[in-house]
């Protein structure tokens, strides 16, 4: 891709971000393929345990955060309009907001299925299968299913990640985080499958429970992620780990200009990029607009995820943001 101009929005990404870009569009790509083959191999073997049914459910779940991510970085190319002054770098909110209410519904809807299964004590029971002429308990199919599908993911997961803070994209984040902790369901399916074969139904079910509440935790941790963005709260980091270290190194860079007494910014995470108001107490009464621009200039240079930049002055800074002196 060397040569090619990649943007999200007005934004040119830099080499290393633009090839990180097509790599995880790459990856997806390839999730979607694999998820094709495991929901299909999954299906095939479905039988009457409910744990294969909630690890089936799981699967065509993840199908969202990869689709999600796909049309989320296809709209965040598009340049901004009069109407979309800020761009449509939203869209990765809006898509990370799709895949966590998704997941979330989904989860609460296998956990209430599975406990109904638990109360009512169903007795799942798993057949025998003609494999080239040989009966075969079919159980063990659904074991070598499960544990053939659940390598694959865990190593794209981890792929992902290092992607996903390159692109500060939390939606390939949380699909990464999925992928990472699918050998859980496969886990807990191989579980509950042997628990049917030793003549412990309620392994079953209880598998079942298990994967759906890591199918709401993962729901319920995204859905709040995705809510706290859209609300605007100050930027954090890709994982939502801690406060985006950019906003600190904008308010050090304004305070350390010769005419700045003090400054502090308010930073909107917009999906990929940040839109930045920046307030700073002149220490002159006259200033120019090159001394404004410079500094405009100055921030937007410090990374590729600073968009906007607006610089204001004011004589005192608001509450809302944290100050940074002068160092003299």
């Known amino acids: 891709m060397s040569g090619e101009e990649v943007r999200f929005g007005q934004t040119r990404l830099p080499d290393r ?3 990180a870009l097509h790599r995880a569009v790459r990856l997806e790509w390839v999730t979607i393929g694999f998820l094709v083959i495991t929901a299909t191999l999954v299906f095939l073997v479905l039988g009457n345990s409910q744990a294969m049914k909630a690890a089936w459910a799981e699967d065509l779940l ?3 955060p990869p689709l999600a991510f796909l049309v989320a970085v296809r709209l965040a190319r598009r340049r901004p309009t009069r109407r979309h002054p800020y761009g449509f770098h939203r869209s990765v909110a809006v898509g990370h907001l799709v895949a966590a209410v998704a997941l979330t519904g989904m989860g609460a809807f296998l956990i ?17 299968v003609e494999v080239f002429g040989a009966t075969l308990w079919l159980g063990w199919l659904m074991i070598a299913v499960m544990a053939v599908t659940a390598i694959p993911p865990v190593i794209v997961g981890r792929l992902k990640i290092g992607l996903a803070r390159e692109l500060h994209d939390k939606v390939l984040y949380a699909d990464a985080d999925m992928n990472k902790a699918d050998w859980m369901t496969s886990a807990g399916t191989i579980v509950g499958v042997l628990g049917i074969g030793v003549g412990l139904w309620w ?3 209880a598998a079942a429970i298990f994967i759906s509440l890591s199918i709401v935790h993962d729901g319920v941790s995204n859905l709040r992620a995705a809510v706290v963005d859209l609300m605007d709260a100050r930027a954090t980091t890709f994982d939502d780990k801690r406060p985006h ?5 904008v308010d050090q860079y304004l305070a350390g200009l010769p005419w700045v007494s003090a400054a502090g910014t308010r930073v909107r995470d917009q999906g990929h990029v940040f839109h930045i108001e920046a307030f700073v107490v002149p220490r002159k009464t006259r200033l120019s607009l090159d001394d404004i621009e410079r500094a405009r200039e100055g921030c937007v240079a410090l990374d590729w995820k600073v968009q906007d930049v607006v610089i204001v002055p004011v004589p005192e800074l608001p509450s809302v943001v944290e100050p940074v002196t002068h160092p003299g």
Do not use: Y
């Open 245 to 249: 270290p950019l906003a600190e190194r």
């Open 17 to 19: 971000q633009a090839d």
């Open 112 to 128: 209430v299925d599975s406990g109904i299964g638990l109360l009512t004590a169903e007795h799942p029971t798993i057949g025998t």
């Open 62 to 64: 993840s199908f969202i």
């Open 203 to 205: 392994m079953d079910a």
